[in-house]
């Protein structure tokens, strides 16, 4: 063993050659990317009410892989990784387009109303006049029926709420379900006025935008900072850097922890307001880390396809980056199942809306709730169980994109329930053309400033000193 | 270089009979053992092993070793733990004696599903740890090894490769042969003094 010296001959240089399709690849994200904002913005006049929840999902899904990306980087600085150096420029560019989420963040600031039906309330006080529920509390409602979710048969759904009514076991009615009266399902309702009242403070429209905005700042100062430390360090060579990087680390990791709970408290859990989870963050983080790890894995692998990293990526790479997925499906189930067993154990209304609504609440909900366990967890379990599979390359690509298509449902099935609901309780699951349109224009624009950001550095730190230790990772 | 010292079960110097145990050869650097290994592999060799202070990156390689199967043990185990739980627990509380709990039905997966994860680990780490030591068999308070001043160097900064008398390749002048062609520092037959 020991012999460290390959092929010597000439050092690779980790770049994209100028005839490589991946040099062009952001040119063609970018062209998916406005056709995906010219069909947001028909959308956004013609149902607006649609257009922001298609917005928040697609926009929660690659702000997902953003800081995925992120917790990649810091993860790798923390540990002071030598295996992972190779690797770790693919996560700094995903998490380098980070500061474009700012932009793409304008349409859910302008349609915030249409999504957070505490903005509605607020002002107005606790109102008796919201007597229609969470609909009515749209002005004149006008989004809401050219939603139309009465017309619209469910594409995923086979169950329709009278099927799932009959199926039920007596012993698994709650008492509050007995009468389903969407009435007192509602963040106005009397019966969560104490809830509401405490948040009051917290669910307020300027100190959203402030959070927000701090949320930006957070993730823009990291992702600059890490990602012109490790380029210039390709330049620059020395440890200094690595130092600097390594040092800086684990104050960044509070930051990042905090901001990303936060964001998601603000952004999804708020959608339903008089709900809580003080793991709801965690469970963020989780989809995120998921994301973030398949997603680097797929683009590695498919650079290499092409004839890229070829020298820089191996085998070995890929088994311990699919180890780290694997663990990461089991941490995601395991905060959900943390988060889900409190609520089913104590059932009580304001917290148990949340699962009613994706199982009981009809509409197709409860078959993706299903497929979010058996396909989120129970499947990719042993897809990546064995030492085989993992090192398996294109076995590995297969359970990385099954993983991640899965996670595009988990993050589908978190906030569309609220676009088609009417009370707290019954919603109608129906795919829209609009869905789709702002995960293009989303997804368009964010992977086209991280191909575009591919072309302009090396794809591996280069002048990390840690470069050749992880050039030479092999897993014992 | 290569010297020979003989020891015996009991200490006994020279006399009576003696009989071949092991031969031990001695490697100053990770690189030559890794080397050697690669030669005894292909010299076809079975019960042999090889003793280095660290794990050397890429010996099992070179010892031609297979996949383990600890994780086939640990894989029936989990799934045992799994199914042990379910089934102790839809028996006793879903279909024996059910008792309402929290207004909860008797058999209710959501409660399940702590105690099956947890038993899962369980059963999945004995699998692990005495999986491997049963594997490896150990603990082992006696080997031919043992009786080796050198050997105990293994623990420091020396390298060893052993091959047991037991080995159907084994031939105490060619394995001899074949060892010293490995350049080690040192080589030594362990022997046994036969009862009569």
């Known amino acids: ?476 | 270089m290569a010297s020979e010292s003989k020891k015996t079960g009991t200490k006994a110097g020279d006399a009576g009979e003696t009989r071949p145990l092991l031969l031990l050869a001695e490697y100053e650097s990770a690189g030559d053992v890794y080397h050697a290994a690669e030669h005894v592999r292909d010299a076809g060799y079975e019960k042999w092993d090889v003793h280095t202070p660290f794990p050397v990156h890429g010996m099992d390689k070179a010892m031609g070793l297979k996949d383990s199967s600890v994780g086939w043990i640990v894989l029936v185990m989990g799934l045992t733990g799994c199914l042990t739980a379910f089934v102790l627990m839809w028996w006793t509380n879903g279909h024996d004696y059910p008792l309402v709990i929290g207004g909860k039905p008797g058999f209710s997966l959501p409660s399940m599903i702590p105690v099956m994860f947890e038993l899962t680990v369980l059963l999945s780490a004995f699998g692990a740890v005495f999986g491997m030591l049963g594997i490896n068999q150990l603990p082992k308070h006696w080997h031919p090894v043992f009786y080796s001043d050198r050997f105990d160097r293994c623990t420091d900064d020396r390298f060893f490769i052993s091959i047991e008398a037991a080995d159907p390749k084994f031939d105490l002048d060619e394995t001899k042969s074949m060892l010293e062609s490995t350049h080690p520092s040192h080589v030594e037959l362990i022997s046994e003094e036969v009862d009569e």
């Open chain 1, 1 to 476: 063993m020991s012999k460290p010296a390959k092929k010597e001959g000439k050092a690779p240089t980790y770049r994209i050659p100028a005839d490589s399709p991946w040099a062009n690849a952001w040119k063609m994200a970018a062209g998916l990317g406005a056709l995906g904002i010219a069909a947001s913005a028909v959308g956004m006049f013609s149902d607006t009410h649609r257009f922001a929840f298609s917005w928040l999902f697609a926009f929660m899904f690659f702000l997902a892989l953003g800081l995925g990306g992120l917790f990649f980087v810091l993860g790798q600085h923390l540990t002071g990784s030598g295996w992972g150096v190779p690797l770790r420029r693919t996560a700094e560019m995903l998490m380098a387009g980070l500061p474009v989420f700012l932009i793409l963040f304008v349409p859910i600031a302008v349609n915030m109303h249409e999504l957070y039906p505490w903005l509605e309330e607020h002002g107005a006080g606790h109102g008796e006049e919201h007597e229609g529920g969470h609909g009515g509390g749209h002005e004149g409602g006008e989004g809401h029926e050219a939603g139309g979710h009465e017309e619209h048969g469910s594409l995923l759904g086979f169950g329709t709420q009278a099927q799932a009514q009959e199926a039920r076991d007596p012993w698994d009615v709650h008492p509050n379900e007995r009468e389903p009266d969407t009435r007192t399902h509602t963040p106005e309702h009397a019966a969560h006025a104490e809830i509401m009242e405490s948040k009051t403070w917290f669910l307020d429209h300027g100190l959203f935008l402030v959070r927000a905005g701090v949320y930006f700042l957070a993730w823009i100062l990291l992702a600059y900072f890490f990602f012109t430390w490790s380029t210039r360090q390709d330049k620059e060579k020395g440890l200094a850097l690595t130092q600097r990087m390594e040092k800086t680390a684990p104050f960044a990791t509070f930051v990042f922890g905090f901001s990303l709970t936060f964001a998601a408290f603000d952004w999804m859990m708020s959608l339903e307001p008089s709900w809580y989870s003080t793991i709801f963050g965690v469970i963020y983080f989780a989809i995120a880390a998921i994301i973030g790890h398949a997603v680097i894995i797929l683009l590695t692998l498919a650079m290499r396809r092409s004839g890229l990293l070829r020298e820089a990526i191996s085998v070995e790479h890929f088994h311990d980056i699919g180890k780290l997925l694997h663990g990461f499906i089991v941490f995601w189930a395991y905060v959900s199942v943390s988060q889900f067993l409190l609520i089913w154990y104590a059932g009580i209304p304001e917290e148990s809306t949340y699962y009613h609504l994706r199982w009981w609440g009809g509409g197709g909900w409860m078959n993706i709730s299903v497929v979010v366990i058996l396909a989120g967890f129970v499947i990719p379990f042993f897809l990546l169980m064995s030492r085989n599979f993992k090192r398996n390359l294109p076995w590995l690509g297969f359970s990385a994109a099954w993983i991640l298509v899965v996670q595009i449902g988990q993050l589908y099935w978190l906030v569309m329930p609220y676009a088609d609901q009417t009370g707290l309780v019954e919603t109608q699951l129906h795919l829209h053309w609009l869905d789709f349109a702002a995960f293009f224009a989303v997804g368009g624009v964010y992977m086209a400033v991280v191909l575009w950001n591919m072309t302009r550095f090396p794809l591996v730190p280069v002048g990390d000193p840690r470069l050749d230790r992880g050039l030479h990772h092999e897993v014992v």
